[in-house]
């Protein structure tokens, strides 16, 4: 079974301090990896899609990774406006379930100004 | 302009009391998703569609079900709630397998 943990649960950050959240995954193989942004009470907005290991793409002030075994999401001098749940979803593969996203729990960032 | 569209975004629903969600989509996309989603928690899949193929996840309560009737359109239908079915009700749409999930603003059920 696919299997992805984010950590950690939570962090607070004070504006402009840099940090990175972590997404360890395990799957039969990977099609793709998602980052999302979901703010209180509404849906997961789309930030990034990796499909290799060695992959970057970046947005603003964020910045995601990807190696075989897990992708970081870096947050550079991160603002108050920064701060909400960040999603990680992994797409397998293989099976028959090849539609399948399987999400982590998140990390929740909080910046202080 | 919004693209997935999930109606109603608050519902309170009566122990026991069927509730019917309903989510549209303007993208024409042939994948369409329900997760629920509890406090602090992941998105935990219920069911997708690839156009009217149904997938029924393993761990999915039969309490749960599921309509496609076309394209735009699919509903979630909890046939007698429970407390522990209060959550965040998430509609998705994809494109391809290699595409990005489209998300609706949810809805969030109480049950009383």
């Known amino acids: 079974e696919d299997q992805v943990t984010q950590s950690p649960e939570a962090l607070r950050l004070q504006e402009g301090e840099s940090s990175s959240l972590n997404c360890s995954y395990t799957?039969?193989?990977?099609?793709?990896l998602f980052w999302y942004r979901q703010d209180p009470g509404k849906g997961p907005e789309f930030l990034f899609t990796?499909?290799?290991a060695g992959e970057e793409k970046e947005k603003e002030r964020l910045k995601a990774t990807l190696t075989k075994k897990e992708s970081f999401l870096h947050i550079t001098a991160p603002k108050p406006e920064d701060s909400a749940t960040y999603l990680c979803?992994?797409?397998?593969?293989?099976?028959?379930?090849?539609?399948?996203?399987?999400f982590g729990a998140g990390t929740t960032v909080t910046v202080r100004a | 302009d919004a693209m997935v569209i999930q109606n109603p975004r608050y519902q309170v629903t009566q122990f026991g009391k069927p509730v019917t969600l309903s989510c549209s989509q303007t993208?024409?996309?042939?994948?369409m998703y329900w997760y629920q989603q509890k406090s602090s928690q992941a998105p935990k899949l219920l069911f997708h569609?690839?156009?009217?193929?149904?997938?029924n996840e393993a761990d999915t309560p039969d309490n749960f079900q599921s309509r496609r009737p076309n394209t735009s359109f699919c509903f979630l239908d909890i046939r007698s709630p429970g407390l522990g079915d209060a959550a965040m009700y998430l509609c998705?749409?994809?494109?391809?397998?290699?595409?990005?999930?489209?998300f609706g603003q949810g809805t969030r059920l109480t049950v009383v």
């Open positions: 990796l499909y290799s």
């Open positions: 998705a749409t994809r494109y391809l397998l290699n595409t990005e999930a489209f």
């Open positions: 993208l024409n996309h042939n994948v």
């Open positions: 979803a992994v797409q397998a593969s293989e099976g028959s379930n090849d539609y399948k996203l399987s």
């Open positions: 799957v039969s193989g990977l099609r793709g």
């Open positions: 569609y690839y156009d009217k193929d149904f997938n």
